[in-house]
């Protein structure tokens, strides 16, 4: 009741100074926590001189592969290789669609798009930002190879109902998990589930490198080793070319970074969630609860907050009412990408997918980093209150 939360009077003003060093991300406070080991890492790997490949990205993909629950994981250089390279894999070229969502990054689609395939898009669920399972049926035709759900923010798809379709109608099944490490679903591992799972260790990612990197899981022997052919050209043998591969290696350097940072995943990723859970109840406290529509967090999924986007209505203007007290924010997307002009040529038309299109005109990502403080998370609420009343 409204007797229970801080009257408009008691919403004190996000100051400058309370917000003076938070950042959206602030990846110097993280490094400065595993500072020594990074540094004997990247020393370990100097001293050898093995840059590429080798004995440490082996090391990490068996580390990856067994905190995923996947048998086999496989490196290369960024997530968007690894949507390619799953999609190579299994062989998907022209005349062949795959089913995924418009509300993403750019990469899910074009990786399609790129091989001369159609994405073909399906609606999002407006609660969970996630492909809506109940839509993808219909949008199932003979040329149909795959689907490719994304765990968008954190959050896994509603995995149950895509994996059991996939298996009825003989489809393969790729996971976008780019922002999902860690996550679960049903106590599963994200990127255990399907066909592939297919990881980005951007720096902004809860695993993220010291630039680009990217990593597929499975466990089929024979995909996995399909996936080591083509990441180097597509030679088993130096200078005999089995397939027609592409050059997406990943380094020993990044991979030496990452397995540092692997060991502390877990422990950031319950940092996430708990900002996420403070969020909640400083929301609550602000009265804020029927203003602003909070990410969903179904039981049945372990949700690792890569980003925590809201949804609420005048976003354009509140951001900018938040920029003005040093508070930082960023929308993830601000376009579907069935309106954007790469994909034009697919056909599609403002409407098609209104769910998809209401939440890139409403959401606005606000920092859930594991360093960010309970003051500075105050701060942000407090500022929405402000902007929520001086809007009345």
């Known amino acids: ?13 996000a100051t400058k100074a309370i917000c003076s060093e938070l950042q959206f991300l602030d990846l110097k406070a993280q490094f400065s926590s595993i500072r020594d080991e990074v540094l004997d890492a990247v020393t370990r790997v100097l001293d050898s001189q093995h840059f590429i490949l080798g004995p440490e990205v082996q090391a990490l993909e ?12 496989v490196g290369c250089a960024s997530g968007s290789d690894a949507l390619l390279l799953a999609l190579m894999a299994l062989e998907v070229g022209p005349d062949d669609e795959v089913i995924t969502t418009p509300f993403t990054f750019g990469a899910t689609a074009g990786s399609i798009a790129r091989l001369g395939a159609r ?12 492909i809506d399972e109940k839509q993808i049926e219909k949008a199932i035709t003979t040329k149909t190879r795959a689907i490719m759900p994304v765990h968008l923010f954190g959050l896994p798809a509603q995995m149950d109902a895509i994996l059991s379709l996939a298996r009825d109608r003989g489809l393969a099944l ?40 990217g990593m597929v899981t499975t466990h089929d022997p024979d995909l996995a080793q399909r996936l080591k052919t083509l990441r180097v050209h597509g030679t088993k043998k130096k200078y005999y070319y089995e397939l027609l591969g592409m050059n997406s290696r990943l380094d020993a350097l990044q991979a030496a970074v990452l397995r540092v940072k692997l060991r502390h995943l877990g422990d950031w990723a319950e940092g996430r969630r708990r900002n996420a859970n403070r969020y ?9 609860e ?3 529509t909070l990410p969903s967090a179904p039981e049945t999924s372990f949700h690792v907050y890569n ?3 809201i949804q609420v209505k005048r976003r354009d203007e509140l951001q900018r009412h938040l920029r003005e007290r040093n508070i930082p924010t960023e929308i993830y997307y601000p376009s579907p990408l069935h309106l954007q002009p790469a994909f034009a040529k697919l056909g599609y038309h403002p409407g098609d997918f209104p769910n998809a299109e209401s939440a890139c005109a409403n959401v606005l990502a606000l920092p859930i980093y594991p360093e960010i403080t309970e003051e500075q998370q105050r701060a942000v609420v407090a500022a929405i209150a402000e902007f929520r009343s001086a809007s009345k």
């Not at 068996?62 to 994981?73: L, N, P, Q």
């Not at 999902?180 to 990612?205: D, E, Y």
């Not at 909640?280 to 804020?288: A, D, G, I, S, T």
């Open 62 to 73: 068996s580390e990856i592969a067994e905190y995923v629950g996947a048998k086999f994981a």
């Open 290 to 292: 029927q203003v602003v």
């Open 174 to 213: 790729i996971e976008d998990a780019a922002q999902a490490i860690g996550a679960l679903w049903k106590g599963q591992g994200i990127g255990s589930l399907g066909t592939f799972g297919c990881f980005s260790f951007f720096p902004s990612k809860n695993l993220g490198g010291a630039g680009d990197g």
């Open 1 to 13: 009741m409204a007797t229970n939360c801080l009257a408009q009077t008691e919403v004190p003003t």
């Open 307 to 309: 980003q925590y986007s």
């Open 280 to 288: 909640k109840v400083l929301f609550r406290e602000y009265c804020l």
């Open 119 to 130: 994405p073909v898009f399906v609606d999002i669920d407006p609660v969970t930002f996630n």
